[in-house]
């Protein structure tokens, strides 16, 4: 029924999608960094409209081929120009290889923002995540440490535009998609700096309504202060063991430099706990 009844609203999104404007604000990802939490803030919003089905359509990653008409399909009947701004949240995004080109092509001046989260904590729970829906079968500890031979040349393969969707790459690379300098500095090139917004997540959390004003300043928006702020779509876990958080911590060092310099500040996590 619910198959049937998504199928029917994209069907007369489809007829009627010269009246659907697209999308001028994306939140790109990271997958499991607080995308949900953005996207329910987000949704309620006086100026935004979230997609009619999902929170996400997937259209700039593994649905491109689909073409416009189709994505457009996805967003509310806009009748009055500068009424209300659509936007989308698929966290596959960042981390595709050619979204970020693709959204600069088609969306120009669409604003991304982007999640970053302790990126330990971040694989982690991509991991639980992947594990929980039958798409992983091995220990964290063992995932992490096969990362980079079970997903070589996946990355490749997705930017030679094949239009075949990379299992591996969206559901594997548990590290890699931690590795944020290089996925956000690909935004930059293709939309621009002043384009690009990125929300420590742990900031988010700690300090929701201030965070969430500044973003929406970011954006444009006028101030919306939400009634709750919540950690929805959580999937708390077992904590990991200090040797293997250890290691993880060091592997991500000189990645979580980089971000600090691409972003002129100290990622939340890597700073100093005040005395």
Not at 182 to 198: K, P, S, T
């Amino acid at each position: 029924m619910l198959n049937g009844a998504r199928k029917a609203l994209l069907g007369w999104g489809f007829l009627t999608a010269d009246l659907r404007p697209p999308p001028e604000i994306i939140v790109v990802g990271a997958q499991r960094a607080g995308t949900t939490t953005l996207f329910r803030l987000l949704s309620e919003h006086p100026r935004l409209r979230r997609p009619t089905i999902n929170k996400g359509t997937g259209y700039f990653d593994d649905d491109y081929s689909r073409g416009t008409r189709w994505y457009r399909a996805h967003f509310p009947i806009r009748l009055r120009r500068g009424a209300t701004l659509a936007f989308e949240c698929s966290g596959y995004y960042l981390f595709h290889p050619l979204a970020a080109a693709r959204i600069a092509r088609d969306l120009p001046g669409c604003q991304v923002v982007v999640m970053v989260r302790d990126p330990v904590e971040r694989a982690y729970s991509s991991y639980r995540h992947e594990f929980a829906r039958g798409f992983e079968t091995l220990s964290f500890a063992d995932a992490v440490t096969q990362e980079a031979e079970r997903t070589r040349g996946l990355g490749a393969a997705v930017a030679a535009d094949s239009g075949v969707p990379s299992f591996g790459h969206r559901h594997h690379c548990y590290l890699q998609r931690s590795q944020y300098a290089e996925q956000i500095a690909r935004f930059v090139a293709e939309l621009g700096r002043d384009r690009v917004h990125v929300v420590d997540a742990n900031r988010l959390f700690a300090d929701p309504v201030t965070t969430y004003l500044d973003l929406q300043r970011s954006l444009g928006l006028p101030s919306h202060r939400p009634a709750e702020v919540g950690r929805w779509n959580e999937r708390p876990g077992a904590p990991l063991p200090d040797d293997l958080r250890n290691h993880l911590q060091d592997h991500f060092e000189p990645h979580d430099a980089a971000l600090a310099l691409l972003l002129g500040d100290t990622p939340s996590w890597r700073k100093e706990p005040s005395r």
